[in-house]
């Protein structure tokens, strides 16, 4: 059983930099495939970052490609999401999510869907004031 927990949301303006963090417990690799979504008020959760368990691939949706990095560190089993030049549209809660399907560079997509996860953690708010 994997058990997630996010830290590291807050207040941050636009244009500056905050690190999420997700604790997890209960090995997450090599059998989980790791993804950050968010959630807005009024909108669907959406998928924008995930990583391979096998190889660290990454994929990104476009909203956050370039300004947004997932990253892992096996030895402490934590996935990162390391949010650069942060916009008002970013605000959301952010959840991290783990996923027993297998990560390929043909099915990525797949990765920013909510479906396609089998565990969560609770969220971590993000708020960037306009």
């Known amino acids: 059983q994997v058990h997630l927990v996010e830290s590291g949301g807050g207040l941050v303006q636009a244009g500056g930099s905050l690190r999420l963090s997700c604790t997890a417990t209960g090995s997450i690799w090599p059998e989980y495939a790791m993804g950050w979504l968010r959630q807005a008020p009024g909108k669907e959760r959406e998928g924008i970052a995930c990583i391979s368990s096998s190889d660290d691939s990454t994929y990104y949706a476009d909203s956050v490609k370039g300004r947004f990095t997932i990253s892992r560190d096996r030895a402490k089993n934590m996935v990162y999401l390391r949010m650069n030049n942060v916009k008002p549209e970013d605000t959301a809660v952010y959840l991290c999510?783990?996923?027993?399907?297998?990560?390929?560079?043909?099915?990525?997509?797949?990765?920013?869907?909510?479906?396609?996860?089998?565990?969560w953690g609770q969220g971590t708010q993000v708020t960037v004031p306009s």
């Open positions: 999510a783990a996923s027993r399907g297998e990560l390929l560079d043909g099915n990525w997509r797949q990765f920013l869907t909510p479906h396609e996860y089998d565990h």
